[in-house]
């Protein structure tokens, strides 16, 4: 069955460290995103790709930079972490890129910054 | 700004019917999803709305009115495992989903 897979789950990292999370689908959906999720707020975007090559900023992008180099992988950097950046990081892909577009979400990677 | 409001909790009874609200205002609008999210899991599609009216789905109906800018899921003979937080999410002009903070449900006995 095909699915969307995030590693590691969870992660302790330590301030200033760059730390990569990792997302496979193997739906083979064009269109991949990251969020996170923190208490209070909405989900929101940190990056997104609709192909191989395209990568797009989000309403929080600073500090976290993606790559697309094939359809199935989008790893997602921090280049150097902060306190602010612990959260729950959900990564999901969906097949078009307007209209009826339903994500779907991998399990999610829960990031501590100490 | 773009905006999405939900109630932040609602408590109800197993067996019994509950309506989750969500009102936007968004730059354009191309849909309005609802998903559910079960405690440490991820978020799972329920509905799309893209026109007004009632979608039905089994125990989950869900409603739009862009011109109120208003939705409602409504979730029928409740079931313990209903208890979730229910996401409202729309997408605005450049096709983005902007996400409300989402309803926590918690259903008693």
């Known amino acids: 069955d095909a699915e969307i897979t995030q590693s590691p789950r969870h992660k302790i990292t330590e301030t200033g460290r760059q730390v990569t999370l990792a997302c496979h689908q193997t739906w083979n959906h064009n269109n991949m995103f990251w969020y996170r999720q923190d208490l209070g707020h909405g989900l929101r975007l940190i990056h997104y790709s609709y192909g191989v090559q395209d990568t797009n900023k989000g309403e929080v992008s600073d500090g976290y930079s993606v790559s697309r180099s094939n359809t199935e992988d989008l790893p997602l950097t921090l280049e150097s972490a902060a306190s602010s950046q612990t959260s729950v990081y959900f990564c999901?892909?969906?097949?078009?890129?307007?209209?009826?577009?339903?994500?779907?979400f991998g399990p999610g990677t829960r990031l501590t910054v100490l | 700004g773009q905006n999405i409001d939900q109630p932040t909790e609602m408590t109800a009874t197993e067996g019994a019917i509950v309506q989750i609200n969500c009102t936007y205002q968004t730059s354009g609008f191309n849909g309005l999803f609802w998903y559910q999210q079960h405690a440490g899991e991820a978020p799972t599609f329920l509905s799309y709305n893209v026109l007004d009216g009632l979608e039905e789905k089994g125990r989950f109906s869900s409603f739009l009115s862009r011109s109120k800018g208003y939705s409602y899921l409504l979730l029928k003979e409740l079931q313990m495992k209903d208890s979730a937080s229910y996401l409202c999410a729309v997408l605005d002009s450049n096709y983005q989903l902007i996400w409300g903070a989402g309803t926590k449900l918690i259903i008693k006995p």
């Open positions: 999901a892909s969906s097949v078009t890129s307007g209209g009826y577009n339903e994500q779907f």
